[in-house]
């Protein structure tokens, strides 16, 4: 038996390859889309910050499995929760919508120069 996340989950990269065309899978494609360039940018800032999933929760006030679901695009994070995951990871967080879709960024914090080098997890959703 497939649990509801996996199927919802199957059900997004389907609409995320485009299966439906309508309004709504337009949106929804958007939605994943975003959800998954957040995703990489904790990743890659974490990473950059030499963090564990399981430090990041820690510090975050979150669960490691939260972490990871979000990390692959399984969630959208609420703008607190954004903001909670740059404090743990001392950085600051940007998200920026551009031309063609938004700009998402954990930078490291401007005050500590020494991390700056540390890499930036920066992500890019195309919308339209």
Do not use: N, Y
């Not at 974490?46 to 695009?73: D, H």
């Amino acid at each position: 038996m497939v649990s509801h996340a996996h199927w919802k989950l199957a059900r997004d990269k389907k609409v995320a390859q485009g299966i439906a065309d309508d309004a709504a899978a337009e949106k929804l494609r958007e939605e994943i889309a975003l959800r998954f360039d957040l995703g990489q940018a904790v990743h890659d800032r974490r990473t950059a910050c030499g963090l564990s999933q399981t430090e990041l929760a820690r510090r975050a006030r979150m669960t490691q499995p939260q972490v990871s679901k979000m990390e692959l695009g399984g969630t959208m994070p609420t703008m607190a929760l954004l903001v909670r995951l740059a404090k743990a990871m001392d950085s600051s967080f940007r998200l920026e919508p551009d031309g063609e879709g938004v700009r998402v960024a954990f930078t490291a914090r401007a005050a500590e120069p020494e991390k700056e080098s540390g890499g930036a997890g920066v992500a890019r959703a195309a919308h339209g």
